[in-house]
């Protein structure tokens, strides 16, 4: 089965769950930014949760198959559209031979993924399908989807032929669908959680009122690596040079300019700016789906928060699984 | 931050934590690093994903999930592992240390391939030539690669060549450029934005995904920088293309 690029749009790219293991050797991990939503995308689809996806950036991405699919669209609400009609989102669809889906832009959120059941037929490199374009590894080619590019799909398992078939026979899309809120929202404002980050009690006290107090506006300074954020600028009370530390998804970094980077996916692995906060986990999909412009609060939480937060969301996925397995192979698709 | 046994180990988010063997760059604290490094990839704890070295300390990354359910409940997750890196850190046994591993990078300093080595010799009141020697005629210890794939951060660096990062990171520094920033020097293995001030640029490839590691340098290993001029420099890129095309 083939996929035919159309057209990349802002940014189309393969991403899994990412690169873990390599970051001694300085490999970045890279993967999806809205990880809960490619997660989510996957199980609709019947596919293993960390399988590989298309994570669309913005819109005017457009694609063709050459072969029926299973697919659902997840995450930000880039209002998608298959041969000039819209497609319903959160829910497995029936793509059909020869049809063209597309992204018209965003309503609500950054991203959106699009799970095709059987995965993307990419090798992996370094123990992930994830581009990582600067070091021209992972995805197709090691880049970003240009226009003209196939992409192979892997082999339907019955339960997924099984849906396919189910899905095509409805003739129209499922009414149901997995309500995300949970995950994020989509807002224009939001508060992201955060813990203090190691270098937290070395900012002056004016700087820490700001960040746990103040708003923040997401700047155009924002893609897969960093997403900068401007604001009342942020000082530590006397200037230090760090050694470099290992960083993560979520880290919080202000160089002298005094604006806060946060870390994103494709973050390097250390980093020598000091940490002012670091994003919990269960923020993390709501912090990637911003739109430059929006704004955001900073709360800060403790670790036994962030743990029991990222739990609740775990429960959540669990309640889904068994929900979706219900819906898509027990003939209760429609309802 | 919990601070036991000279350690310290604090929470880097809820998926990771780090333990910091000092506050220092030095080959003594290098060697803790490396211990622990191996004393817990040999035995790891369940819901254990890698550790990542840095000069002074290493980042422990973990499944808390995996965690959760593979011990016995306990107040946080972060106190779980805590308790298990603890371990690795105060029983591990001896670091066996293997003779350094030299690696020549060969450099072609200043010009438009250093544009920051200027200001390093102004900085510093030095000439720009005896900046060069003053980087060239040591070997550096590899403590860690970070930052991109392949970056060695090596220590020893001479104080009269030291200067602060850049106040606002360049959008674009190229491939093999090589830095300065406060008492480390580095090399960049790609076109990158980054804060260093860049004093020169080599034709060696440092991240090489066909190979395991797919690293040329390794945390331990000695670099030593050779200067060369234009010529060798387009000889030696010249050679590796042709490599490239067999």
Known sequence: MTIKIKHPGVQATIQDFGRIGAQKYGIVVSGAMDKMSLRIGNILVHNVE????????????????????????????????MDGNAVPMWRPIFMKEGSTLTFKGPKSGLLAYVAIAGGIDVPEEIGSKSTFSKARIGGYKGRALQTGDELAVGLLSDTQDKVMQSLQKLHTHPTWYVNATKVFAGKKSEKIRVLKGSEYELFSEKSQTAFTTGTYTLTPQADRMGYTFSGDALRLSTWEELLSEGVTYGTIQVPASGKPIVLMAERQTTGGYPRIGQVISADLPKLAQLQPNSQVTFEIVSIEEAEKELFRLEDFIEELKLGIYLKTTTGGMTQ | MIEKYDLHIKPLGDSALVVQFGKDVSEETHEKVMNFIQAIESNPFKGFLEAVPTYNTVTVFYNPLLVFHSYPKQHSVFETVYERVQNYATQHGEYVKEASNIVEIPVLYGGEFGPDLDLIAHRNQLRTEEVIQIHSERDYLVYMIGFAPGFPYVGGMDERIEAPRKE???????????????????????????????????????????????TLIQPGDRLRFVPIDAEEYMKQLGGRKDDDQN
């Open chain 1, 50 to 81: 960390h399988e590989a996806g298309i994570e669309v950036m913005f819109y005017g991405t457009t694609f063709e198959c050459t072969e029926d699919l299973l697919i659902a669209i997840t995450g930000g609400d880039l209002q998608p559209e």
């Open chain 2, 168 to 214: 606002n990171p360049r959008k674009s520094i190229p491939a093999g450029s090589v830095g300065i920033a406060g008492k480390q020097t580095g090399i960049y293995p790609f076109e990158s934005p980054g804060g260093w001030q860049i004093i020169g640029r080599t034709p060696a490839e440092l991240f090489l995904p066909e190979r395991n590691p797919p």
